[in-house]
């Protein structure tokens, strides 16, 4: 069976550090993989996704990068954190890209002090 | 304009009281609507897809329809454990967009 990972679980930075944050899949090759956030008591905003390794779209213009190393590996990076950056991260993928069922992570919670 | 608008934003039910969320959107050609429920602090859990008008789902005490304009989750009889978000979320240009959500609080 496909399981996904994220780490850290939860995250403190001050401002204008830098960030990394981790997702792997496990059973499956060639996943669509998405990068989420969401802020408290909203609904879910796409990030980036990926359909391939090197394969990054961006949704949202913002000082965060994605980046996929790796066929089952996605990493979410910034250089230089905001305070608005805060919010509960999560990355999910699928088999196909568009109407296919995503499966989600258990999240990353990330607070900009 | 948002695609996706849930509602209500927030029910309380009493163990055993049945109800009914309700799911929005304003794409046309829709090829995909999904449920996902939310614990607090955890990612979301897929629960159902529907992808045309009259289709229906069920899973324990959830039911999902589906209509051109809208999707219902229905819960019958609900448990305290059923307390959770639920979202729901469509596909559009080839990405899922998600509503906000419904905070669902069942007390025994």
């Known amino acids: 069976s496909q399981t996904i990972h994220q780490w850290p679980a939860t995250l403190v930075q001050p401002v204008g550090s830098p960030l990394s944050l981790e997702c792997t899949v496990e059973?499956?090759?060639?996943?669509?993989l998405y990068w989420y956030r969401q802020a408290a008591g909203r609904g879910l905003q796409l990030l980036f996704y990926?359909?391939?390794?090197?394969?990054i779209s961006s949704e949202v213009p913002q000082n965060l990068s994605a980046s996929r190393p790796q066929d089952r590996q996605f990493i979410l990076s910034s250089k230089k954190l905001l305070l608005s950056d805060s919010g509960f991260y999560l990355c999910?993928?699928?088999?196909?890209?568009?109407?296919?069922?995503?499966?989600f992570g258990p999240g990353t919670r990330l607070t900009v002090l | 304009e948002d695609q996706v608008t849930q509602s209500p934003e927030a029910l309380r039910l009493q163990e055993g009281e049945s109800s009914s969320l309700n799911c929005s959107y304003t794409?046309?050609?829709?090829?995909?609507l999904f449920w996902y429920r939310q614990d607090p602090g955890k990612g979301p859990e897929f629960l159902f897809t529907?992808?045309?008008a009259g289709e229906e789902k069920e899973k324990e005490r959830l039911k999902a329809t589906l209509t051109k304009k809208e999707s219902f989750l229905h819960i019958t009889a609900p448990k305290p454990e059923d307390s959770a978000t639920y979202l729901c979320?469509?596909?559009?240009?080839?990405?899922?967009?998600f509503g906000a959500g419904t905070i669902l609080r069942v007390k025994s």
């Open positions: 794409v046309s050609g829709l090829r995909g």
């Open positions: 529907l992808y045309s």
């Open positions: 999910a993928w699928s088999v196909l890209a568009g109407a296919d069922t995503q499966y």
């Open positions: 059973g499956t090759s060639n996943p669509n």
């Open positions: 979320a469509v596909e559009y240009g080839n990405k899922l967009v």
């Open positions: 990926s359909v391939g390794i090197g394969q």
